[in-house]
């Protein structure tokens, strides 16, 4: 296979740039953020940003619920 060329049913992720485009390419998505746990290292990094940024602020280390909203907020907007 040439450049911007994938087996689909080997690269289930894998997405093709459009027709068209200035250069083919293959553009692969995964999440990984749905693996990583909530801990005790997370929860000290959310109020360590807290305390720096104000508790008002959007910072990356959120509660799951959080992060699981603006994700699907994220999400819909790409693709709406």
């Known amino acids: 296979m040439g450049p911007g060329e994938f087996d689909p049913y080997v690269d289930l992720y894998a997405i093709q740039s459009a027709v068209g485009a ?3 390419e293959v553009y692969f998505m995964g ?3 749905m693996l ?3 801990d005790t290292k997370k929860k000290a990094a959310h109020a360590a940003k807290a ?3 104000g508790a008002g602020a959007e910072i990356s280390t959120v ?3 959080q ?3 603006r994700f699907r907020e ?3 907007k790409i693709f709406a």
């Open 22 to 24: 200035p250069q083919r």
């Open 63 to 65: 509660h799951p619920e």
């Open 74 to 76: 994220f999400i819909t």
């Open 51 to 53: 305390v720096k940024h």
């Open 31 to 33: 999440l990984i953020d």
């Open 36 to 38: 990583t746990q909530y």
């Open 67 to 69: 992060y699981a909203k």
